[in-house]
């Protein structure tokens, strides 16, 4: 069964940092673009960084330019999103997502190609 799984989320004071996790079973992840997502109560998901298939693009978005790092270790299928000087606006439920049938060189999959996605990991930065 193709499954992502997040984790790493949790509580933490503003300025602070987590590493959020996304596993991936019943397929190898290397090969694969991954995204990450949050969604804030009462708003849309948005995309916050891609990594492609051949790690030859990273992507972030604007909010979260110089304090998010995505990053990818083959040997645990895993994809990371570090997330350091966290604000009270990075609230939010995190998930991390793959287009199966897809491969991005040099490029990161549109919104609606993204097919498999986690379950997401609760972010909450507060004092």
């Known amino acids: 069964q193709v499954q992502l799984v997040e984790s790493g989320g949790g509580l933490v004071q503003p300025g602070g940092s987590l590493r959020l996790s996304c596993a991936a079973s019943g397929f190898t992840l290397g090969g694969n673009a991954i995204g990450w997502f949050r969604q804030a109560p009462g708003k849309e998901r948005e995309e916050m960084s891609c990594i492609s298939s051949n790690d030859g693009k990273i992507w972030y978005a604007d909010s979260v330019k110089g304090r998010f790092t995505i990053s990818r270790d083959n040997a645990k299928n895993t994809v990371y999103l570090q997330m350091n000087n966290l604000k009270p606006e990075d609230t939010a439920v995190y998930y991390c997502?793959?287009?199966?049938?897809?491969?991005?060189?040099?490029?990161?999959?549109?919104?609606?190609?993204?097919?498999?996605w986690g379950q997401g990991t609760q972010v909450t930065v507060s004092s």
């Open positions: 997502a793959t287009d199966m049938a897809g491969t991005y060189y040099y490029t990161c999959p549109a919104i609606d190609d993204y097919d498999t």
